[in-house]
C-alpha cells in the first residue's frame, strides 16, 4: 500500500489569500509537530523550515513546481532528464567537485522527479547547512546543461529506463497508468520513453530547463536542527538578484478536470515471467478533495495491511499470492486506486475474482465500525512514525506547500482521520468501486488472452 497524500486541508483549489512578503508565519508548535515557519521572499521564493531540536542533522530540499505532468510527448522524460543533467556541473563547479564537497562532510545528496514536482535535496549534520544551501541552489540555477554533458547522460536514462523494463513489479504501474489515463502527461512514464529520450536536444532539456526553473515555481524546505532566519539568510545570499520585483509564486496547480473512466480496459506487456504482474483499479478523487481522508481509511482496510480484506482472503487464507495489496494516488483534479498481486499464470483468473468479489463486496456493504477504527488507527501510527526523520518532515514541508498552497498540522491531519466514520468509508467505496476498471498485466499472455481475464 503506498502513503496516501493527506496532507493539506482540501479545502478547494483557490489559493490561500496573500501574506506580505518577507513576512515569517508561525504554522505549528506543539508536541507533534516542530516549530514550522513560512516566509514568502521577493521574487515569489518561498522558504519554509521546521525545527527539531532533537537531532544533530538537518535536510534541505529545494523543490520545482513542475513534473512529467507539463511535458508533451515530444519532450517526454524531460523533467527528469534534467534532473539527471543538473548534477554534471554548474557554471562555477564540475560534477567531481560536488559530489566531493558533499562526500567530504559526509553528507547525502540525490534528487527526485514526479508527476507534478521535482525535488533535489540534501541530508547533511546541522553544522553544514550552509554547504547543502549552497551546493543545491547552485544545481538549480547555475546549471550548465552542455551538450557533451548531455550526451553521457542520455545513455544513463536510457539504462534506467531498461532497469525498469527489467522489473514487472515496475513495470506494470508505469502499464497502468498508461491503461487508466490514456496518451495524456499523467499516463505517461516519469521516465519517457526511449524514442523520447533519444530524439531530445540540447536545446530542448535547456529550454525547459530557463522556463521551468524560475523562482516563483521554486519552494525552499528545511527540517530538523535548524533556525529559520538563519536558512533565511542563506536562500537570500545563494539566490541573490534573482529575489527581486513583486512577482507572486506560482499559482496552486488545479489539473484538468477529474477523470471518471479508464482511457482502454486492459493494457498488456508480454513477457515469459515466472510470475504474472497485475494491477486493476480505476479513477479515484483528486488530492483536493475533501473525501480522500475516508478514502484513505477505505485504502487501508480493503488492501493496506496484514489484516486487510485483500491479503487475509488471497494470502493467508488461500495462499494464492506473495504479494497482493492496494494503493491510493491523488494528483491534481483527479487520482487512481488500484490493487497489484503477483502470483504464477494459472492462478491469475482466480486471483482476479477473489478481487472483483472483494471490491463488490465493500462497494455494497461497507467495512465494519472495527476495520475503519483499526484503519484509522493504521494510518495514525504509520503517519507520526514515518515523520520520525529529518527527511520526510523536509518533504511533508515541501508537497504541503506546492500541492496545497498551505500547511496543516500534523494534529488537525490526526482529527480528521479520527472524524471518518463507517457511512463516509461507504459512500467512498459506492462511488469509486462501482467505476469501469481497468487492468494492466505483465506477463506471459497473448492480447486475445486480455478479454478472457
Request: aromatic residues 4%.
Amino acid at each position: 500500500m503506498s502513503t496516501p497524500d493527506i496532507t493539506g486541508t482540501g479545502a478547494g483549489a483557490d489559493a490561500p489569500a496573500p501574506v506580505p512578503v518577507g513576512q515569517t508565519h508561525l504554522l505549528d508548535l506543539d508536541e507533534v509537530g516542530g516549530r514550522v515557519e513560512r516566509t514568502e521572499l521577493p521574487g515569489g521564493l518561498r522558504v519554509l523550515t521546521e525545527t527539531m531540536p532533537g537531532v544533530l542533522s538537518a535536510t534541505l530540499g529545494i523543490w520545482v513546481g513542475v513534473g512529467s505532468r507539463d511535458e508533451g510527448p515530444a519532450v517526454a522524460g524531460s523533467s527528469h532528464f534534467l534532473e539527471h543533467l543538473l548534477f554534471k556541473g554548474t557554471t562555477t563547479r564540475s560534477a567531481l567537485e560536488i559530489a566531493t564537497a558533499m562526500d567530504a562532510v559526509g553528507g547525502e545528496m540525490n534528487a527526485f522527479t514526479a508527476k507534478e514536482h521535482t525535488c533535489y535535496y540534501a541530508n547533511v549534520l546541522s553544522s553544514d547547512l550552509p554547504l547543502a544551501v549552497t551546493l543545491l541552489s547552485d544545481l538549480v540555477t547555475e546549471a550548465c546543461n552542455t551538450a557533451a554533458d548531455l550526451e553521457s547522460e542520455r545513455t544513463v536514462v536510457l539504462e534506467e529506463i531498461a532497469m525498469r523494463d527489467d522489473e514487472p513489479a515496475d513495470s506494470v504501474h508505469d502499464l497502468f497508468a498508461e491503461t487508466l489515463f490514456g496518451d495524456t502527461p499523467l499516463g505517461r512514464s516519469v521516465l519517457g520513453t526511449v524514442e523520447s529520450i533519444e530524439g531530445l536536444t540540447r536545446d530542448d532539456v535547456d529550454g525547459w530547463y530557463r522556463s521551468r526553473y524560475t523562482v516563483p515555481s521554486i519552494v525552499v524546505t528545511a527540517a530538523g536542527r535548524v533556525d529559520h532566519q538563519q536558512v533565511l539568510d542563506l536562500v537570500t545570499a545563494a539566490f541573490g538578484d534573482r529575489l527581486a520585483g513583486d512577482t507572486r509564486p506560482a499559482p496552486l496547480r488545479t489539473g484538468e478536470g477529474a477523470v471518471h473512466k479508464p482511457a482502454r480496459s486492459a493494457g498488456l506487456i508480454a513477457r515469459r515471467t515466472e510470475q504474472t504482474h497485475l494491477l486493476l483499479g480505476a479513477p479515484a478523487m483528486g488530492r483536493l478533495d475533501e473525501r480522500r481522508y475516508a478514502a484513505a481509511v477505505l485504502d487501508a482496510a480493503v488492501g493496506g495491511g496484514m489484516s486487510s480484506r485483500l491479503f487475509q482472503e488471497i494470502r493467508e487464507k488461500r495462499g494464492l499470492v506473495y504479494s497482493v495489496g492496494s494503493s491510493l494516488s491523488h494528483y491534481a483534479g483527479t487520482g487512481s486506486f488500484s490493487v497489484y498481486a503477483g502470483c504464477s499464470k494459472k492462478r491469475v483468473p482466480e486471483v482476479l475474482r477473489l478481487i472483483r468479489a472483494e471490491l463488490d463486496g465493500v462497494a455494497a456493504e461497507g467495512i465494519t465500525p472495527e476495520e475503519v477504527a483499526r484503519s484509522r488507527g493504521q494510518l495514525k501510527g504509520g503517519m507520526v512514525l514515518g515523520l520520525e526523520d529529518t527527511g520526510s518532515r523536509m518533504s511533508r514541508l515541501g508537497k504541503s506547500e506546492l500541492s496545497y498552497g498551505e500547511y496543516l498540522p500534523v494534529r488537525e491531519v490526526l482529527a480528521r482521520l479520527d472524524a471518518v466514520d463507517e457511512d463516509q468509508v461507504r459512500a467512498v467505496a459506492a462511488e469509486v468501486f462501482d467505476r469501469e476498471t481497468c487492468l494492466a498485466v505483465v506477463g506471459p499472455y497473448r492480447e486475445s488472452d486480455l478479454d478472457r481475464l
